[in-house]
């Protein structure tokens, strides 16, 4: 029996009970790997998971964006102190809104000049004063909504379009507000290199880790693969995962917008606990791997409300977690609700994704699973009990 035994039952258990459809778990301790995957790919057709299924990696993918993009910046190509406006000048006049309440207790703004240019770097760690439109009726996010930002039927360039006539939510590298700061990175790349972002991911990360199935548009004779939601057990609905139909999108996201077999992920895992490199390949050099999983946060940064959101997930100095370039990392022993080593890194996806790696520990998780309706349950049950297994 193996030491995370207790961990592989819990999971046993709770697609047994038809809490989740499925998963597949991937563990790496000191050098000794423990897999387990059970359930189903789509639970009402009653497909199993199988090796080859493909699972949405949602804002999983944000990690994968960010390391690409690092590249960029070893080989001096790109640089976290360039104005965004500098690869999309249509960026260069945004406004920032700062709300207000009227007379009759309506919420409303005001337009302001943001206080410095929006940097590169606002872009990894999320404080460039961009939203999400999904998750709150302030009125910055509403007009994100309202402009069809998320909407897959337009191309980079219109979103970029609309971008410009909308409003940042804050003055940029003052405030954490998670949102569509890595799709605008993951453009950036696109601009650099006069290529798309597949054709970049498949050159810079895909083919030198050897994960030959990773894609933004799987092939159509892979999306049968996929991994489906199973439905609410409360309002009998099938859950609505924003990547979809990120293969039939006229956009690519970096943010959001990847799919991956657990064994592409599992390169990818190694990669991550071999501080960028892996086998012959070298992705990051080490001392860019240990800036990008340092807290980038400022001191006195404040945070969007809609952090709360993310629960474990939020990036809170008071709970010992910081944001680096593009991961949660962990800045205290204790004051986190969850147990870790300082200096673990970890990010999540609304499908259900989760990842995290502790070096000191020398562990490594990948867990990609479809079930966005209880992700944050699993991802908080997946630290307690692996930790208790060491």
Request: net charge negative; proline share 7%; charged share 20%.
């Amino acid at each position: 029996m193996t030491r995370f035994a207790p961990v592989f039952s819990a999971l046993s258990a709770a697609v047994e009970r038809g809490k989740i459809p499925g998963a597949h778990l991937l563990l790496s301790r000191r050098g000794e790997n423990f897999d387990w995957m059970g359930g189903y790919r789509d639970r009402q057709s009653g497909d199993p998971l199988t090796a080859d299924t493909l699972y949405r990696l949602a804002s999983l993918s944000k990690i994968m964006t960010s390391v690409v993009a690092l590249t960029y910046v070893q080989e001096g190509r790109l640089d976290l102190s360039d104005e965004v406006s500098r690869y999309f000048p249509a960026l260069a006049d945004m406004k920032v809104a700062i709300e207000r309440e009227t007379i009759s207790g309506e919420r409303a703004i005001n337009l302001v000049d943001p206080e410095r240019p929006m940097l590169v770097h606002d872009l990894f760690r999320h404080t460039s004063g961009l939203t999400y439109g999904q998750f709150s009726d302030s009125p910055v996010p509403a007009a994100y909504r309202a402009a069809g930002m998320s909407d897959h039927d337009q191309s980079r360039d219109d979103i970029i379009a609309k971008l410009a006539t909308l409003p940042l939510a804050h003055h940029p590298g003052t405030t954490f507000a998670y949102g569509m700061s890595t799709d605008v990175l993951g453009w950036i790349l696109e601009v650099i290199e006069g290529k798309s972002l597949e054709d970049i991911f498949r050159a810079r990360l895909f083919a030198p880790l050897g994960m030959e199935e990773a894609a933004f548009r799987p092939a159509p004779d892979r999306i049968g693969r996929i991994a489906q939601p199973q439905p609410d057990p409360e309002t009998g609905e099938i859950p609505v995962l924003g990547s979809r139909n990120f293969y039939e999108a006229g956009w690519l996201s970096g943010g959001h917008g990847l799919f991956i077999t657990a064994g592409d992920m599992k390169r990818f895992m190694a990669m991550l606990t071999g501080r960028g490199s892996h086998g012959q390949a070298r992705i990051l050099s080490p001392a860019i791997f240990d800036w990008m999983t340092s807290n980038h946060l400022p001191s006195d940064v404040h945070f969007d409300p809609d952090c709360d959101l993310l629960g474990p997930m939020a990036p809170y100095s008071d709970q010992g977690r910081g944001f680096g370039l593009g991961v949660l990392v962990r800045t205290a022993p204790g004051l986190a609700s969850l147990p870790g080593t300082p200096g673990d890194f970890s990010w999540s996806g609304l499908s259900g994704s989760y990842a995290w790696v502790d070096p000191e520990q020398d562990l490594s998780c990948a867990f990609l699973m479809q079930s966005p309706t209880n992700r944050r349950e699993f991802i908080t049950l997946l630290r307690r009990l692996v930790y208790g297994c060491l």
